[in-house]
């Protein structure tokens, strides 16, 4: 079974629209895959969540998702902090959770990530790349 982080970015749009995000997320619940969270990316979540721009989401439906999502992820603790991505200090994060989960892969839309490829031989890639090219 894969086991994947998926950035704060994918999870907001498997919330908000109907797409290759929320397919991922499906399976996610399905129990075909495997979803790794921490504590500092649902907290990043949360504070998104929160933005203006998403207020089309009601905040029953934000807590709810929040809820779900922490019932079907596993939740690791990372001790391990990187330095890798200077120019967004922050994405850092995803990186430490998937390290310390055990991940295969990294689901995102951010290209300071998508820019790496691969970390310590965890795939990062887009959606739409890990429908096309992941067994499942």
């Given at each position: 079974m894969h086991r994947v982080v998926l950035d704060?970015?994918?999870?907001?749009?498997?919330?908000?629209?109907?797409?290759?995000?929320?397919?991922?997320?499906k399976k996610c619940i399905q129990g075909d895959i495997q979803l790794i969270?921490?504590?500092?990316?649902?907290?990043?979540?949360?504070?998104?969540?929160?933005r203006q721009k998403f207020n089309f989401i009601s905040a029953r439906k934000?807590?709810?998702?929040?809820?779900?999502?922490?019932?079907?992820?596993?939740?690791?603790?990372?001790?391990e902090r990187?330095?890798?991505?200077?120019?967004?200090?922050?994405?850092?994060?995803v990186l430490e959770c998937a390290l310390k989960g055990n991940a295969n892969y990294i689901i995102s839309g951010d290209l300071h990530l998508l820019n790496l490829e691969e970390f310590r031989k965890i795939k990062i890639v887009n959606p739409t790349k890990f429908l096309l090219t992941s067994p499942l």
């Open positions: 704060t970015n994918i999870l907001i749009s498997a919330l908000g629209w109907d797409g290759n995000e929320r397919k991922i997320l969270e921490s504590l500092e990316l649902l907290n990043e979540l949360i504070k998104v969540l929160q934000k807590a709810e998702f929040l809820k779900y999502l922490v019932e079907i992820s596993e939740l690791v603790y990372p001790k990187l330095n890798l991505i200077i120019e967004d200090p922050t994405d850092n994060k």
